[in-house]
């Protein structure tokens, strides 16, 4: 709502309520005297009727004629000649009202013929009223309605007669004046409330015209950015100062503008910069490590020993495939083999340390938020390596180069986070005996024929989640025995039946029933004839049986003395 119509809703109300209870205490007035008036006029003439009717009856009685019906007929007669004379205008009524409400005089008249009381006749509950009044014998003004007219009356009971006499007057008689004078306040209250609010809105507009520019050019100001537009200064009053004070703040914001464009022109500036620089350090360093350097450039990211997730894959029999391909196959096909393994690695949030010749290192959950299980998509990435390895050997045949056969080593475990290096060359690694081990568990994919083997560690982090395979138990450094497994995306159902019956035969094996371990070997290889962990396993056993092994066995194969 604007500024104009807040004045008029304050000016209009204080207007209209000073002329409503001006023109409510005239109308009172005229109405208290209109009612005096009437009521003085009429109760005259009812006391002269009510006179003259008791100096009719009096001679009546003065001369004992009250018992004669012909002489009190005339003396009511007579007394109706009187009434009748008292009336001064066609308005006036006299009338004469028995106990029940029955008209027995009036001075009503039709045209043609003399009044009498046939002339009036009740209409609805007329009757019923003036009976109420006659019951009342009531010597008050009072309102009535006598034939349909609604009237001003006052009246007395003359007992002689047993008439209720009512002097009325039309109330219109009375009080037309009065309701014109409600008209006329009507009138004047609209049109005092019409040429009201038009002043008020012209001088509205006239107070409130510099805030209307104040505020256009303020618009103009944010369609166009133009800083330079000004207010003209029309009042040297409070508004004028307004207007005055917005020219400075303006002429302030322009320069400060003109400043800030500067400023942003640098930042865009640093901005690309900073973008450029983190795209070409981002192929040797990971992305996170280059946002905490620049968010932090004092922190030289010292080392920190964490609990994460080592991914270590490796080409088999790289030496021998590189040395039957000219230099251009060999590149290209290991960059080509290089981007299908790291994005799978990078997919799920895992961080790529670095390439040792044809290997690749990589680690997850260095960025890990708290309660984030990061040990399955480091097992996922190796099962979508395998798919992707399986592609990229498809496009290898297709151009009559050599197939790549790899083995991927998970572990899962504490590790030794950092910048190591030296100022001129540093490099983001993890290092430690986990890192270690996934470097060996990569190296066991050969001897168990398997793309993929994981620590247990690890297996106690995603055995909900995909379909497991307990493997052996090896022996690890200060005397310790690890099992390690190997998982699978999916199984078929022979295989799942198979790798079923493997985990029961591994759960006979470690609590030495060799005999019914061996026994689930061959269910194993009923299922998957040439399987190799099962023929492994199940030569163990039978060598077992033979020759058992020393108490204090953990699991793993023993070596015998030849």
Known sequence: ?????????????????????????????????ITRVAKDFLGFKAQELQNQAESQWRLLVENNLTGKPEMVSATQAAVEGYARSIVRSATELIVAVGED???RMSTASTAGRPADSSALSWQGDEQQVAAALVKGRSTDLVTVTLGGKARVAKGFWFEP??????????????????NQIALRTVIILVGAIAGGVLLVLIFAGYLTRPLTRVVGTMKEIISTNDLSKRVVVEYHDEIGALAQTFNLMTGKLEQ??????GFAYQAVLAERQEKRTKTLFSKFVPAHVIDEYIANPEDTLVGDNRVLAVLFSDIRSFTTISEKMSPENLVYSLNRYFESMVAPIIERKGIVDKYIGDAIKAFFGAKAAPGENFALPS???????????????????????PEFRNGVGITYGVVTIGNIGTDKKKEYTVMGETADLAE?????????????????????KVKDDVACRLLDSIPWRGGRSLKIFTARRELASREKEAWGNHNLAMAQYFDRGFARAAGYFRDVLKVLP?????????????QFQKAPPPSDWSGGKVMRAS
Not at 535 to 542: A, I, N, S, Y
């Open 161 to 178: 007669f047993g008439w209720y006499l009512l002097v009325s007057e039309e109330r219109t008689a009375f009080y037309g004046q009065v």
């Open 379 to 401: 097992v996922l990435a190796a099962l979508e390596m395998m798919e992707r390895l399986v592609a990229f050997n498809t496009e290898q045949a297709a151009s009559n180069r």
């Open 1 to 33: 709502m604007s500024i104009r119509w807040k004045i008029v809703l304050i000016v209009v109300p204080l207007i209209l309520a000073t002329l409503l209870l001006t023109g409510v205490s005239s109308y009172f007035s005229a109405y208290n005297g």
């Open 256 to 261: 400060a503008y003109k400043e800030i464009k």
């Open 530 to 542: 040439g399987d190799h962990p099962a023929t492994l396993l199940l030569d163990r056993c039978t």
């Open 440 to 460: 060996h568990l990569e190296s066991l994919t050969k001897e168990y024929q398997q793309p993929l083997i994981f620590a247990e560690s690890l297996h106690q």
């Open 101 to 103: 409400g029955s008209i």
